[in-house]
């Protein structure tokens, strides 16, 4: 393998959720006359296996940017999710393979199952909260790591950063969007728990589909407290790319001097690289960090 690309195995995603993942697409698009609600499933999941598959395909010209780009997939937990993402298919795919073994037609069969109970209701919102958390984190993530690449690349001209450097804000827009989004369902979650917990008990079963239900919503919420971190992590690492300051090509002459670089205030919030500078004709040039008063005797 390429020593600079990245394979799922090398953040920690396992083969086995990537696996579970593909099986369950398959087994849905193998259904026929499946309802919405599952083909809206089929498209989630498309939408995770993309990126990754993208992912696998980068390659990346240097080290450091390599490590840098892993780093940050793991910050975000891009592997928690696809993993958390993978046992939840596997359990689906299940269920599915279940409910329609005996059904001729597909269609009535799975509609009653996903439409009957409190349970059934529940239990199907949590497997979409799994795929929205697993669908978000790796697409933000992915495409965060895409653009720090072709940010750090060395030969780029200032029309292609200034391009980045937009596609970044864009990115960044669409995080807040879905965070905001996130921050809705789980008010909306809060609140069926609260009506769960007050309805009156069911003779029949004893509050058992009611006790179900409200495990079920419990786990959303944990399900969407996970999104919220992981998509705030990528929301961060995306402001601090946007931060980036590349200085290069800088010559001196003619005893002449110059500070390239960035005072001590400004460390840790600005990303920067310098690169290509000179000096000629008895010229002086600070480069890198520099403190007030180190700049006395420069300037002296």
Same mark, same amino acid.
């Given at each position: 393998?390429?020593?600079?690309?990245?394979?799922?195995?090398?953040?920690?995603?396992t083969?086995?959720?990537?696996t579970?993942?593909a099986?369950?697409?398959?087994?849905i &698009?193998?259904?026929?006359e499946a309802?919405?609600?599952?083909?809206?499933v089929?498209?989630?999941l498309?939408?995770?296996?993309?990126p990754?598959?993208?992912?696998?395909?980068?390659?990346?010209? &240097?080290e *450091?940017?390599?490590?840098? /780009?892993?780093?940050?997939?793991?910050?975000?937990?891009v592997?928690e999710?696809?993993?958390?993402?993978?046992?939840v298919?596997?359990?689906?795919?299940?269920s599915?393979?279940?409910w329609?073994r005996?059904?001729? =037609? =597909?269609k009535?069969s799975l509609?009653?199952?996903?439409?009957?109970?409190m349970?059934n209701?529940?239990?199907?919102?949590t497997?979409?909260?799994?795929?929205?958390?697993?669908?978000?984190?790796?697409h933000?993530?992915?495409t965060?790591?895409?653009?720090?690449?072709q940010?750090?690349?060395?030969?780029?001209?200032e *029309?292609?950063?200034?391009n980045?450097?937009k596609?970044?804000?864009?990115l960044?827009t669409?995080?807040?969007?879905?965070?905001d989004?996130?921050?809705?369902?789980?008010?909306?979650a809060?609140?069926?728990?609260?009506?769960?917990?007050?309805?009156?008990e069911?003779?029949e079963?004893g509050?058992l589909?009611? *006790?179900? *239900?409200?495990k079920?919503?419990?786990?959303?919420?944990?399900?969407l407290? /996970?999104?919220?971190?992981s998509?705030? +992590?990528?929301?961060?690492? +995306?402001?601090?790319?946007?931060?980036?300051?590349?200085?290069?090509? +800088?010559? =001196?002459?003619?005893?002449?001097?110059?500070?390239v670089?960035m005072?001590e205030?400004?460390?840790?919030?600005i990303?920067?690289?310098?690169?290509g500078?000179?000096?000629d004709?008895g010229?002086?040039?600070?480069?890198?960090?520099?403190?007030?008063?180190g700049?006395?005797d420069?300037?002296?």
């Open positions: 393998m390429d020593p600079f690309s990245i394979a799922a195995g090398a953040i920690g995603i083969g086995v959720a990537t579970s993942i099986q369950l697409h398959t087994l &698009d193998g259904l026929s309802p919405d609600v599952v083909a809206d089929a498209s989630s498309a939408n995770i296996e993309r990754l598959a993208a992912l696998e395909q980068l390659r990346i010209s &240097d *450091a940017t390599s490590i840098a /780009a892993k780093e940050d997939l793991r910050k975000a937990g592997a999710a696809v993993n958390k993402c993978g046992d298919c596997n359990e689906f795919s299940k599915l393979q279940k329609t005996r059904s001729s =037609t =597909t009535l509609r009653d199952r996903l439409s009957v109970g349970w209701r529940e239990k199907f919102r497997l979409r909260r799994q795929l929205q958390w697993c669908e978000a984190t790796v933000f993530a992915v965060s790591t895409q653009l720090m690449i940010l750090r690349a060395e030969k780029m001209s *029309a292609d950063r200034e980045v450097q596609q970044l804000q864009t960044e669409k995080i807040r969007e879905h965070l989004l996130t921050k809705k369902q789980q008010k909306g809060q609140e069926r728990k609260q009506e769960l917990q007050e309805e009156p069911d003779e079963d509050g589909e009611r *006790a179900l *239900a409200i079920e919503v419990e786990e959303q919420l944990r399900v407290e /996970a999104d919220q971190v998509c705030g +992590v990528i929301l961060s690492q +995306v402001r601090s790319k946007r931060s980036d300051h590349d200085i290069g090509h +800088v010559v =001196t002459s003619d005893n002449s001097r110059a500070l670089g005072p205030s400004v460390v840790g919030k990303n920067q690289r310098i690169a500078v000179r000096t004709g010229s002086r040039a600070v480069v890198g960090v520099y403190s007030s008063d700049l006395k420069f300037w002296a």
